[in-house]
């Protein structure tokens, strides 16, 4: 083969006991193998990310990823700041909310769903979700907060200052207290799609003068993209999340970076399964920009790439 086209060999990688994760990824990178290079790509260009100071850091994520140990990785990058912004889905307000009153537990994929349905616990996966730490602890304590705010006399609220509401009230060990304790704005532009929003309908009935300004939410994000010298995404997942991200980041020539998790294929056009190359199509990331796809599963490649790259920092 020419050389022009082959100039870097692949390697082996060489383990041993204390390795760390970055000096691992460094050699996943080494050795060329499939994703395992894609993994090493995805923390080189975290780092660009996080070490360019005109670059606006978006974050976005699907709710399911909440309710599994991979909600103490965002938590982490919240709370270091590795993120300015979050976009993600109602579930998320939900499982983070509900797992600092109540617990979720350990089951299987292959378990007795109509069983669990009479049983009252919910399956997401291999997580047990049972009713009284879902709805029920949702229901019991939001309705007080959603009440306190109102006795104060706050009848209006943007989504990002409702949820930074619940942060300020919420504890140390959720994603939302600091998201409120860093002033990282969270939109949820599907709100009303779980027991969050739900919530809020309920208050609602007997609050009619309560108003959600979902425009304003709208207009932040107007704010933040049109101010943005550079910006970049870590993705994880697809579905509106995913798309909110890239959507508004179109109107200022696309994203500088991307990273992209997703176990998604993109045979059947689905956004979630659409690559990079798709988005700068559309003009959501640059032509120049450095992005990849680390396809698997993100409760897998999300810790490790985190703990590289705060090695690394």
């Known amino acids: ?25 460094r050699q996943m990178t080494a050795g060329g193998g499939f994703v395992a290079k894609k993994v090493g ?43 300015d912004v979050i976009v993600t889905t109602c579930g998320t307000l939900d499982h983070d909310l509900a797992r600092s009153w109540k617990d979720y537990y350990h089951g299987d994929f292959m378990l007795d769903d109509a069983k669990l349905r009479r049983d009252g616990i919910n399956r997401l996966g291999n997580v047990l979700v049972p009713n009284e730490s879902y709805g029920l602890i949702l229901e019991e304590k939001m309705q007080p907060i959603l009440q306190e705010l109102w006795d104060e006399g706050k009848r ?24 409120w304790k860093n002033k990282i704005p969270v939109y949820v532009p599907g709100i009303f799609d779980g027991a969050f929003g739900s919530q809020l309908w309920l208050f609602w009935q007997e609050h009619k003068d309560l108003k959600l300004d979902q425009f304003k939410d709208q207009q932040g994000l107007a704010d933040i993209v049109f101010g943005a010298k ?5 993705i994880i997942g697809g579905g509106i999340s995913k798309h909110h991200v890239i959507w508004w980041n179109a109107f200022k020539n696309g994203l500088d970076y ?50 590289s790259l705060l090695e690394r920092l």
């Not at 991307?258 to 798709?278: C, W």
């Open 41 to 83: 790509i995805g923390v080189d260009i975290l780092e660009s990310m996080a070490r360019d100071k005109e670059c606006v850091k978006f974050m976005s994520f699907p709710a399911c990823i909440i309710a599994t140990g991979c909600r103490g990785v965002v938590r982490d990058i919240v709370k270091e700041k590795l993120a």
């Open 1 to 25: 083969m020419p050389k022009k086209t082959a100039k870097t060999p692949v390697k082996d990688i060489s383990l041993r006991k204390g390795m760390g994760a970055d000096e691992l990824v």
């Open 156 to 179: 209006e609220f943007s989504g990002v200052d409702l949820i930074w509401e619940f942060g300020k009230r919420a504890n140390k060990d959720t994603i939302l207290y600091w998201c």
């Open 230 to 234: 550079k910006s970049g995404a870590l």
């Open 258 to 307: 991307a990273v992209y998790l997703t176990s998604a294929q993109e045979f059947d056009g689905s956004l979630s399964g659409a690559q990079t190359r798709e988005a700068i199509s559309w003009g959501k990331i640059k032509e120049k920009a450095k992005h990849v796809v680390v396809e698997g599963d993100a409760t897998v490649t999300l810790p490790l790439m985190l703990l």
